[in-house]
């Protein structure tokens, strides 16, 4: 039996918009799931070794869900056009060097570091069309300490001649990429890359994958309307866009539809009759000038939201600045409602970014008992202040801003994956 005794300042958010906090209190976890959060250490566990971080911000790690791999090497640049422009300029040939296995193994070595350096415990991530490049990917994510889904991307149509697969290619490539994944902490999720990039043909045969192997789904979702357009040429016997996903089983409680920009109330209703998942890319619908989602409205409505990165289009894989992007463009959404819809709170906005992808991953919010432990460290900013801060200030200013290197410790199911 192993036990985990972390002690510091704890903080979870249990419930939409609620914090929990135990000051100077203990975080236990015995084989990897937690037993409890106390502000006092329990007689059973006097015994054991005690990680002390003093007077730091214990608080859950993140989910992010969703991601490109491929595109790490694009960080940063390229924000310049439009989703369909940037796409063939920039994005499609980034990823086709992902069939150089040298490269790839250098990439993700350190996209995997760096996801642990940032606290990033969880994952839902694109890879590219290429199979072994996705096994690779898969194993430095599970080396790294990694939790979640990859998905081998199946594009057949529109991908320009040097970066897409026949129907064929795409469907054998897949199940054999299929057979090969064996990690015990990163699984497959079947990835149409959206419907644009994909014949219905090979959209049929993924629903039929998926069903089968009982595998999760992820795609993309009314981003930008230009491709709301396109979708509608590609498909005009469907009268919106998820229905294109639905009409090949690719629609139920285990597919995450990345972005949602442009659902309007009747695809907002399917998404949540089906329990779809919809993740919020905040940072990437600005940059790309996709749009500004209707977050809030999603969530009165009880969707399930959840956050994502969405490297490239998003130029940060901290999930601190995309939980402080998702807060920033729900406040341009407030404005553009007429002040109607209410911006998220840090709280709110914190949750989305953690507990609420506990329940994809089979699991509850917050740090309940029986979660496997997914935890971060964090030292504060150094700032002078003009007077003592509470531990949920502190835990504000932290989510804004941090001093370089202050994520002290990162916690994934049990494991110690980074650390000082
Ligand atoms: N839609 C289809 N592919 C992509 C992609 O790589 N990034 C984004 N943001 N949207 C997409
Ligand atoms: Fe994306």
Same mark, same amino acid.
């Given at each position: 039996?192993?036990?985990?005794?972390?002690?510091?300042?704890?903080?979870?958010?249990?419930?939409?918009?609620?914090?929990?906090?135990?000051?100077?209190?203990?975080?236990?976890?015995?084989?990897?799931?937690?037993?409890?959060?106390?502000?006092?250490?329990?007689?059973?566990?006097?015994?054991?070794?005690?990680?002390?971080?003093?007077?730091?911000?214990?608080?859950?790690?993140?989910?992010?869900?969703?991601?490109?791999?491929?595109?790490?090497?694009?960080?940063?640049?390229?924000?310049?056009?439009?989703?369909?422009?940037?796409?063939?300029?920039?994005?499609?040939?980034?990823?086709?060097?992902?069939?150089?296995?040298?490269?790839?193994?250098?990439?993700?070595?350190?996209?995997? /570091?760096? @996801?642990?350096?940032?606290? +990033?415990?969880?994952?839902?991530?694109?890879? *590219?069309?290429? =199979? #072994?490049?996705?096994? !690779?990917?898969?194993?430095?994510?599970?080396?790294?300490?990694?939790?979640?889904?990859?998905?081998?991307?199946?594009?057949?149509?529109?991908?320009?001649?040097?970066?897409?697969?026949?129907?064929?290619?795409?469907?054998?490539?897949?199940?054999?990429?299929?057979?090969?994944?064996?990690?015990?902490?990163?699984?497959?999720?079947?990835?149409?890359?959206?419907?644009?990039?994909?014949?219905?043909?090979?959209?049929?045969?993924?629903?039929?994958?998926?069903?089968?192997?009982?595998?999760?789904?992820?795609?993309?979702?009314?981003?930008?309307?230009?491709?709301?357009?396109?979708?509608?040429?590609?498909?005009?016997?469907?009268?919106?866009?998820?229905?294109?996903?639905?009409? /090949?089983? @690719?629609?139920?409680?285990? +597919?995450?539809?990345?972005?949602?920009?442009? *659902?309007?109330? =009747? #695809?907002?209703?399917? !998404?949540?009759?089906?329990?779809?998942?919809?993740?919020?890319?905040?940072?990437?619908?600005?940059?790309?000038?996709?749009?500004?989602?209707?977050?809030?409205?999603?969530?009165?409505?009880?969707?399930?939201?959840?956050?994502?990165?969405?490297?490239?289009?998003?130029?940060?894989?901290?999930?601190?600045?995309?939980?402080?992007?998702?807060?920033?463009?729900?406040?341009?959404?407030?404005?553009?409602?007429?002040?109607?819809?209410?911006?998220?709170?840090?709280?709110?906005?914190?949750?989305?970014?953690?507990?609420?992808?506990?329940?994809?991953?089979?699991?509850?919010?917050?740090?309940?008992?029986?979660?496997?432990?997914?935890?971060?460290?964090?030292?504060?900013?150094?700032?002078?202040?003009?007077?003592?801060?509470?531990?949920?200030?502190?835990?504000?200013?932290?989510?804004? =801003?941090?001093?370089?290197?202050?994520?002290?410790?990162?916690?994934?199911?049990?494991?110690?994956?980074?650390?000082?």
């Amino acid at each position: 039996m192993e036990t985990r005794i972390i002690k510091g300042n704890i903080i979870s958010a249990p419930e939409f918009g609620k914090l929990e906090i135990t000051e100077k209190g203990y975080l236990i976890a015995v084989d990897g799931k937690i037993k409890g959060t106390f502000q006092k250490l329990p007689d059973e566990f006097s015994d054991c070794t005690i990680e002390d971080y003093g007077d730091a911000l214990v608080m859950q790690s993140f989910a992010d869900m969703h991601l490109h791999a491929p595109q790490y090497p694009m960080l940063g640049m390229g924000m310049d056009m439009p989703l369909l422009d940037w796409l063939n300029t920039y994005t499609f040939p980034t990823e086709s060097c992902f069939k150089d296995n040298k490269f790839v193994r250098k990439a993700y070595h350190r996209l995997a /570091y760096e @996801l642990a350096a940032k606290g +990033t415990t969880r994952v839902c991530m694109f890879s *590219s069309i290429h =199979r #072994e490049a996705t096994l !690779i990917l898969m194993e430095e994510l599970e080396n790294a300490g990694i939790t979640g889904y990859v998905g081998k991307v199946n594009m057949d149509r529109n991908g320009g001649k040097d970066y897409q697969e026949t129907t064929e290619e795409s469907i054998s490539e897949t199940v054999k990429w299929l057979e090969a994944c064996n990690f015990e902490h990163i699984k497959p999720m079947i990835t149409p890359r959206f419907t644009p990039a994909c014949t219905d043909e090979l959209m049929q045969e993924l629903g039929r994958i998926a069903k089968e192997k009982d595998l999760p789904i992820q795609s993309h979702l009314s981003e930008n309307t230009g491709e709301l357009a396109l979708v509608k040429e590609l498909h005009p016997d469907c009268v919106q866009y998820w229905e294109t996903y639905a009409k /090949y089983g @690719l629609w139920n409680d285990k +597919t995450l539809m990345a972005h949602c920009v442009w *659902s309007d109330a =009747r #695809e907002r209703k399917a !998404i949540k009759d089906a329990g779809v998942w919809a993740v919020h890319c905040a940072s990437s619908n600005e940059n790309l000038v996709s749009g500004y989602a209707p977050v809030r409205v999603m969530l009165n409505e009880g969707l399930n939201v959840v956050l994502g990165s969405d490297i490239a289009g998003g130029d940060h894989l901290s999930m601190f600045k995309n939980i402080t992007a998702a807060i920033r463009a729900s406040k341009a959404r407030r404005i553009m409602d007429d002040w109607k819809t209410d911006f998220l709170t840090v709280e709110e906005a914190f949750y989305l970014g953690t507990s609420a992808a506990a329940p994809f991953f089979g699991e509850k919010p917050g740090f309940t008992p029986g979660n496997s432990l997914h935890a971060i460290v964090v030292e504060d900013e150094t700032l002078p202040m003009v007077r003592p801060l509470s531990v949920h200030e502190r835990f504000e200013r932290c989510v804004y =801003r941090r001093e370089h290197g202050a994520i002290l410790a990162v916690y994934s199911e049990g494991r110690k994956i980074f650390g000082k």
